[in-house]
């Protein structure tokens, strides 16, 4: 059979890893910013595809159909993302007389949306969170959340990923709440219309894995708990979930596979709960008709392969899996191209290196040499580790960060250290709302990367010089026989020391005269000035002088909150930019008077390209 994939990166590469150990051709579809991705190397063929733009054109169900009429392909794999849950596109590919690696077309569109998903999980006797659907009327959903009881949330009733939802404290703030949730809804799922229910203070997100066949077979692969979140989107996942009374977990089984038995599910899924931390009460929360981001660390507790019993699946095999058992225990970080000392703000640039334990599995779309573009999701790979018990897992998957490298990109790496070692996620008891309630540690010190580099580098030196082995960089020491002088850039200052003594604790990768070094997730480039025994960055810069504000990153602008003239005060936004499918506020960095605004919503706009000028102050 040869599969074409319908998606892209990380997800694509580990569609072929499967479909290739069991037999079968692929095809990549790709678009230009993904031409030299690993993921359209190593398909079987690839095919580029064009609709205007990359995004779009992932989403094209033409342009997909007729990349697999042009290689022959058998069947489309949706991956997640991008069309995995449009019933459409599923009804055009059988109509195209191919085979669908997913679930029927009736499932995915009657989980589709949220209101059709509440409906049939009440009908089928699942617990649902009590809201209100039943009225798009602002009047009627405001008179609702009063009857309900604040705080509420008001959420869109169609697509995901955290867009369109609003938690509502008051009544008074509930008119400004809905039209803000009604617009994102709007602007990123062409659909406004959305739900208001109860918000539980202290709320888990906790989810049941699923994999049914076309036999009327449906089996639960235990839980995973997702609950360290932030904008909605998860962050840190982990198999089992931890801390559930087995009766609550037995419940939260049951209640997975009656809703799929409900709408006949015949393919991998996932069934979404709330999970009261207070009460152990749990609530249907949605259902996503595809394969989960996180499944690899189910794959690890129960020994499946999820895309295997995909495949399988489609091809109208019956499950033959025998009793499921879950074992052992997983952790999963999602790495993303950010900045977690910026606001999580999305990042993009040319990787170096990447450095990664053998012992932890890799789920990756990127490798040396490729770019990470502004186009799609920040996420660039999966980190995933597992043992015999949780505390295992966990003080494994802190050893995977701290030896884990990606050069030239700023990455969320860092902030994963930190989190790993927090006491809620230690001890398994984190809720929804722990990020948001929580301060991150202080911003990596560009000065220390400096230093170590140096040491790093003297290592290697001595090492090329037969005066020490390359046995352990962190045992290295730069004695006053050997001083070094540095010169690194801060901002616009610059900076000249001397190291004579040091004990690198950072990851670092030596080549010639660069060395990359990682602190907390943050990689720093060098460059070993020999002549003068100097060093200097090898990316410097400034976001625009203190008279502008500039694009922190590429993107699209979707708002312009100012005009020209008007008097701003420190933190006010001026202007929102869409970027990774996520907006992000561009705020005045102190008070002032706007003198010129030189961009317009749905502009597209470069990297520390100028947005907004202030007038001097006299």
């Given at each position: 059979m040869r599969i074409l994939i319908a998606n892209r990166g990380e997800i694509a590469r580990r569609v072929i890893r499967t479909a290739h150990g069991l037999g079968h051709e692929t095809v990549a579809v790709f678009t230009e910013p993904d031409a030299e991705s690993?993921?359209?190397r190593e398909a079987s063929r690839s095919v580029l595809i064009d609709d205007g733009s990359p995004v779009q054109s992932y989403l094209s169900i033409e342009a997909i159909l007729d990349a697999a009429k042009s290689t022959g392909a058998d069947a489309v794999h949706p991956g997640y993302g991008f069309l995995s849950e449009n019933a459409d596109f599923a009804e055009a590919v059988l109509e195209a007389g191919l085979v669908w690696i997913g679930p029927h077309p009736?499932?995915?569109?009657?989980m589709g949306s949220k209101i059709e998903a509440r409906r049939i999980a009440a009908d089928a006797g699942v617990s649902t969170i009590p809201g209100f659907a039943d009225s798009q009327d602002s009047q009627v959903l405001?008179?609702?959340?009063d009857r309900i009881g604040y705080p509420v949330l008001v959420k869109a009733s169609a697509g995901g990923g955290g867009k369109g939802i609003r938690?509502?404290?008051?009544?008074?703030?509930f008119p400004e709440a809905l039209a803000?949730?009604?617009?994102e809804a709007m602007r990123s799922f062409s659909d406004d219309k959305v739900i208001v229910e109860r918000y539980v203070t202290r709320p888990r997100h906790v989810e049941v894995q699923l994999i049914g066949d076309r036999h009327g077979t449906v089996i639960h692969l235990g839980t995973r708990e997702c609950s360290v979140q932030r904008r909605y989107q998860k962050v840190l996942e982990e198999a089992p979930a931890p801390n559930l009374d087995p009766a609550t977990r037995e419940g939260l089984h049951s209640a997975a596979v009656t809703l799929a038995k409900a709408i006949d599910y015949d393919s991998a899924g996932t069934v979404e709960f709330i999970v009261d931390d207070d009460s152990g009460e749990f609530f249907f929360l949605e259902m996503n008709t595809r394969l989960q981001v996180e499944h690899p660390v189910t794959e690890f507790v129960t020994g499946l392969d999820l895309v295997e019993l995909q495949i399988r699946s489609a091809m109208g095999e019956p499950l033959a899996i025998g009793d499921v058992t879950v074992s052992g225990h997983a952790f999963e970080a999602r790495v993303n191209a950010e900045d977690a000392w910026a606001g999580f703000a999305p990042q993009i640039g040319?990787?170096?290196?990447?450095?990664?334990?053998?012992a932890a599995r890799w789920d990756s779309g990127i490798e040396p040499g490729n770019e990470v573009t502004s186009h799609f999701?920040?996420?660039?790979?999966?980190?995933?580790?597992g043992g015999p018990d949780r505390e295992t897992a966990r003080l494994r998957l802190v050893r995977a960060l701290d030896e884990t490298l990606i050069g030239g990109l700023v990455t969320n790496l860092g902030f994963h250290r930190w989190l790993i070692d927090q006491p809620p996620v230690v001890a398994g008891r984190v809720t929804t709302r722990f990020l948001d309630e929580t301060d991150l540690p202080p911003q990596p010190d560009e000065r220390v990367a400096a230093v170590e580099a140096a040491a790093h580098w003297v290592a290697a030196q001595d090492r090329d010089r037969g005066l020490s082995p390359w046995y352990s960089l962190r045992q290295f020491r730069v004695t006053p026989l050997v001083p070094k002088r540095l010169v690194y850039l801060q901002g616009r200052e610059i900076h000249d020391i001397e190291v004579t003594s040091n004990d690198p604790t950072s990851l670092a990768v030596v080549d010639g005269r660069r060395v990359v070094v990682g602190i907390a997730g943050h990689s720093f480039t060098f460059t070993a000035l020999t002549q003068s025994e100097r060093w200097a960055p090898v990316q410097t810069g400034a976001h625009g002088a203190a008279t502008t504000v500039s694009a922190p990153f590429p993107g699209v602008v979707a708002e312009v909150r100012v005009d020209e003239g008007q008097e701003v005060s420190a933190g006010e936004i001026l202007v929102v930019v869409e970027a990774m499918k996520m907006l992000h506020p561009v705020v005045a960095p102190g008070a002032g008077t706007v003198?010129?605004?030189?961009v317009r919503p749905g502009d597209r706009i470069a990297g520390n390209q100028v947005l907004v000028t202030f007038k001097e102050q006299e």
């Open positions: 690993p993921f359209v009736n499932a995915i569109r009657a405001q008179e609702a959340a938690i509502v404290h008051e009544a008074e703030a803000s949730a009604k617009d040319t990787v170096s290196d990447i450095v990664v334990p053998e999701d920040p996420m660039v790979a999966k980190l995933i580790v003198d010129e605004v030189r």
